[in-house]
């Protein structure tokens, strides 16, 4: 990984290596997720490739398609007759990388979901204050926005990664079919279905938030974080991960997090939200026994003391219920409050078949055009259905290039 | 100039003025950029005469590089650049004169099918075959590696068709005398053809030292590691990544120094490289 | 083809050519070859399992909005570059033929774009635009005009159109410089005596002579805005926004390396191969009249 994680991870390999004689791990950095994936890809039509690989959730229905490259997780694991205990791992988690059987397919290695981070000086201000474990209800949040803007801040609420927090994310919460065939699990010839009536619902009322800068668009991916920075927007929904980064830049006043806020009236028991983030899939066509090496990274990797560690450095989500409950007694959550906020929103209940992820072809194509299309709707050139229905067309165009190379 | 019309020899030294100044501005906001802090450049509106930190941005960005893009310092940019730029000219030089040479003055079967195959790379630049171009590469584990990164590049055909132009202007005479004076085809080649063709060698050195250095697509294709990564290429994954706010000071500082070999180079060797491009396409 | 004359020698002329004759074939000819082949194919992602489609693939690319889209703007920017850069370039070569004094100096200083890297060139402008700290960005904002051109794909082509007209001054303006100088005084001399003015004396004399180094700075300008320029939208731009500077090279590349999509990115290669063998073939049958075969 790049930067400051590339040390992590090279440590928890070192780790490995010197805990047994076996086998050696070796960490390799190739680059962004897009390049890691063309050079993964490049690399194994070379017979030069590695026997892990991180590649982004986008990427896990190129994956799961590939069956004879890829070797599934569960598999592995029974082959080398490693003990693997599915159960200890958080659902919410894994259920992105399970088929719908829930055998797991990759391992999560980093993971995060969307969480709304807002100023919690402009909500004192006004008397009122937010839980860190129950979601708040949009119109709640519509409402401290606009008092928040008669108080003198400039915006309501930006958001960052828009097509996962605001519409992805947004279908598991409230139970919502994001595409058909429980979101492709059960099935790669999977119908987007954007334009319906509940999601219409939230993207119409972004529309006319933007005209009043109730909400304020920011840009394709983390590129809104200074407007919350310099407290111009209350709110600020992005990713999890993004609290270190939130923490550094957020100088001029004291922030809190919140889980994603709902509508009560579209579902009364808001459900988990996803993940984004990356795992590590392994490649077929190396020699058996160096497998067995593999099975037993990956039993390290998911100790609750590595996890622990992993997660409390990186705020990435833990893997495993243990390395949760860990973290707890150790008092992390305490020490640091709202770092918990995403795990609580990820364990809530449940998964049911719209919130355990998604497994849609050529996603990362997908998630472009969604940009292009919202962001034609907040610049006022379409309408929300105007918008929403041309990125389903468009979309499921997608899908259907995907579906004709993959047999 | 027939006539004497001083407004337009005004408005002419006018419009040259504008023009450079159009021209080197951007190159000069770089530098400034490159010259001060990172505070002020979020700012608006930014400066435009240098500031104080030269020495700190550029030691910084030769020694550390920029962690946001957790890439090697520049100072190993600089040297994978200037080892493909040189090996690039030196190997196109070297195998284009060998290549025209036989063309030229020896009557072989093949002959006229090699200058077809040779033609045919003119059709053939890197964007066309990306794909399977980097997928022959990986195949002979030439991936991350400086003979990967410059081998593929020598083999195009401008520099061979020039001097294979160049050539076919020897005089008979000279060979014919050569011949009588019983030198064999290396000898002849060596010292005399050569040493003939110096001006078109160095106008070439200069272009192909420059189209060495600018690549782009190819080292950002082949190169995953750090440690092979160039300048030029670099400089985009600098300005993406994808949590931090570009460095923009560094950044500049990073292109500046990416720009100043080749610009050296042109500048320095001006006379012969404007006469060389000129004559040699035409 | 007229020839020296030659020596007969048996091995040595092999030795000569091999180098060339080898690293064009395998870097060259070879994954040409693939392309040609893989654009008949479709292949899956890890490249398992693989089946022959004929032109399946050319006619979807040819019947794709955004394929077409990206010819447009392919063309719509080879245009625009040329037009700017070659219009520049000739009012600069025009004046520095009139200034005795001092065009060394101004040669000097034109010729600094040549040495730099379209992407480079890319990533100063793009900085000078840069809607919330660039400088010309911030000019413009002080005349009204809320630059944007992450936004804005207008803004984003001609972003990308100055960025590259801006590296191509200095190679027009050298041929230009030189087909001046190369058109006889004696001409424009006589002209002059007849009565005709600056203006009438270059449009009427001087244009018409310049024409073949137009003519040959025109394909020159062309293939180099469809091939040359990657590096300057792969890095400002890419491609965006709205796949509004999308040009064919990128596309090729955005396909095949982001998209894992290699039948398409095959045709699509093919389709350029043919678009630069044309210009290839008119660069050579109508400008270079000097090179023999």
């Known amino acids: 990984m790049g930067g400051v994680l590339n040390e992590k991870v090279d440590r928890i390999a070192s780790e490995f290596n010197e805990s047994q004689q076996e086998f050696i791990v070796k960490p390799v950095y190739k680059g962004n997720y897009t390049e890691t994936m063309t050079a993964g890809v490049a690399a194994f039509r070379a017979k030069k490739h590695p026997h892990i690989i991180q590649v982004f959730e986008v990427g896990t229905a190129t994956m799961m398609a590939a069956t004879r490259a890829v070797y599934p997780v569960y598999q592995l694991m029974n082959d080398a007759g490693e003990k693997f205990y599915p159960q200890k791992f958080l659902q919410a988690v894994t259920g992105y990388y399970t088929d719908s059987d829930n055998n797991m397919y990759s391992m999560p290695f980093n993971s995060s979901t969307p969480v709304l981070y807002y100023n919690k000086d402009a909500l004192d201000k006004q008397g009122v204050s937010l839980s860190s474990s129950e979601s708040p209800s949009w119109y709640e949040i519509e409402k401290i926005a606009k008092k928040a803007q008669e108080d003198g801040y400039e915006c309501g609420i930006t958001v960052g990664w828009q097509s996962w927090t605001q519409l992805e994310n947004y279908a598991a919460v409230h139970n919502l079919e994001f595409s058909s065939l429980s979101n492709g699990f059960d099935g790669l010839d999977t119908k987007l279905d954007l334009d319906q009536e509940h999601i219409l619902h939230h993207v119409g009322r972004l529309r006319e938030w933007q005209k009043t800068n109730l909400f304020s668009y920011g840009g394709r991916r983390s590129d809104a974080a200074p407007k919350f920075y310099n407290a111009e927007c209350v709110f600020y929904i992005n990713s999890s991960a993004s609290y270190s980064s939130v923490e550094a830049n957020v100088k001029k006043f004291k922030f809190s997090v919140a889980p994603l806020p709902y509508y009560p009236e579209i579902e009364a028991k808001p459900k988990n939200s996803i993940i984004g983030g990356a795992s590590l899939w392994v490649l077929r066509g190396h020699a058996p026994a160096s497998y067995r090496g593999v099975a037993r990274f990956f039993t390290f990797l998911t100790s609750p003391e590595i996890q622990a560690r992993w997660h409390q450095e990186t705020g990435y989500l833990p893997v495993t219920i243990p390395a949760y409950e860990l973290t707890k007694e150790q008092g992390f959550y305490l020490k640091n409050p709202g770092t918990d906020t995403a795990i609580l929103q990820m364990t809530r209940v449940t998964p049911t078949k719209n919130s355990k992820g998604l497994r849609i072809g050529n996603f990362v194509q997908i998630r472009d055009v969604i940009n292009e299309e919202l962001e034609a709707i907040w610049a006022g050139s379409k309408t929300a259905s105007e918008g929403l229905k041309d990125a389903t067309r468009r979309s499921n165009k997608l899908v259907d290039k995907f579906l004709r190379r993959n047999f | 100039m027939v006539e004497n019309r001083p407004w337009l020899n005004f408005f002419s030294h006018f419009v040259l003025f504008l023009g450079v100044l159009i021209v080197a501005f951007p190159i000069w906001i770089a530098f400034v950029a490159s010259t001060h802090p990172p505070e002020a450049l979020f700012t608006n509106p930014i400066p435009i005469w240098p500031g104080p930190d030269l020495v700190k941005n550029y030691s910084e960005v030769l020694g550390s590089g920029i962690s946001s893009a957790g890439g090697a310092s520049v100072a190993v940019m600089l040297k994978n650049s200037l080892i493909m730029a040189l090996a690039i000219t030196f190997g196109k030089i070297v195998i284009s004169l060998m290549a025209a040479y036989a063309i030229v003055f020896f009557d072989f079967p093949f002959r006229m099918l090699s200058f077809w195959v040779i033609f045919m790379t003119l059709m053939l630049p890197v964007e066309v075959r990306i794909v399977p171009t980097y997928a022959v590469v990986a195949r002979l584990d030439l991936l991350n590696s400086y003979t990967g990164l410059t081998l593929p590049l020598i083999a195009s055909a401008t520099a061979t068709f020039l001097f294979r132009q160049f050539f076919m202007t020897i005089p008979k005479e000279l060979i014919e005398a050569a011949k009588i004076d019983g030198a064999g085809p290396v000898k002849f080649f060596v010292d005399i053809l050569i040493p003939l063709s110096r001006t078109n060698i160095a106008a070439l050195f200069v272009i192909l030292f420059i189209y060495g250095w600018n690549q782009y697509l190819w080292p950002l294709l082949i190169t995953s590691e750090s440690s092979y990564a160039t300048i030029v290429m670099s400089i985009q994954r600098m300005v993406m990544s994808a949590e931090a706010d570009p460095q923009w000071h560094l950044i500049m500082a990073t292109a500046v120094l990416a720009l100043l070999p080749p610009v050296i180079v042109v500048v320095a060797m001006q006379k012969v490289f404007v006469k060389g491009l000129v004559e040699t396409e035409k | ?293």
Request: glycine fraction near 6%; charge should be neutral; aromatic fraction near 18%.
């Open chain 3, 1 to 293: 083809m007229e020839q020296q004359t030659p020596y007969k020698h048996k091995f040595l002329p092999y030795l000569l050519v091999a180098p060339q004759l080898l690293i064009t074939l395998v870097f060259f000819i070879w994954p040409a070859t693939e392309a040609l082949m893989q654009s008949f194919m479709v292949e899956n992602t890890f490249g398992t399992a693989s089946k022959f489609v004929w032109f399946e693939n050319f006619s979807y690319i040819l019947e794709d909005e955004q394929y077409l889209h990206s010819v447009q703007v392919s063309l719509v920017f080879a245009l625009a570059t040329t037009a700017v850069s070659m219009g520049l370039s000739l009012l600069l070569a025009v004046m520095a033929d009139r200034v005795v004094k001092g065009a060394q100096v101004y040669q000097t200083f034109l010729i600094w774009p040549y040495a730099v890297a379209p992407a480079i060139g890319g990533i100063l402008w793009y900085f000078m635009f840069n809607p919330s700290i660039g400088i010309l960005a911030y000019w413009l904002k002080g005349m009204g005009y809320q630059w944007n051109h992450q936004l804005n794909g207008m803004d984003a082509m001609i972003l990308v159109v100055i960025a590259a007209a801006w590296k191509q001054i200095s190679y027009n303006f050298l041929f230009f410089l030189a087909g001046l100088q190369s058109i006889p005084k004696s001409l424009i001399e006589a002209a002059a005596i007849d009565g005709a003015s600056p203006f009438k004396r270059f449009w009427d004399i001087v244009f018409p002579l310049l024409s073949p180094t137009t003519f040959f700075l025109l394909v020159v300008n062309v293939v180099y805005a469809f091939f040359d320029t990657f590096g300057i939208i792969h890095a400002t731009t890419a491609g965006g926004p709205a796949n509004s500077t999308a040009i064919m090279v990128y596309k090729v590349f955005n396909d095949g390396f982001v998209g894992l999509d290699y039948g398409s990115s095959a045709a699509q290669s093919v389709i350029l191969m043919m678009l630069v063998g044309v210009f290839t073939l008119v660069q050579f049958k109508y400008v270079e009249r000097k090179v023999q075969y």
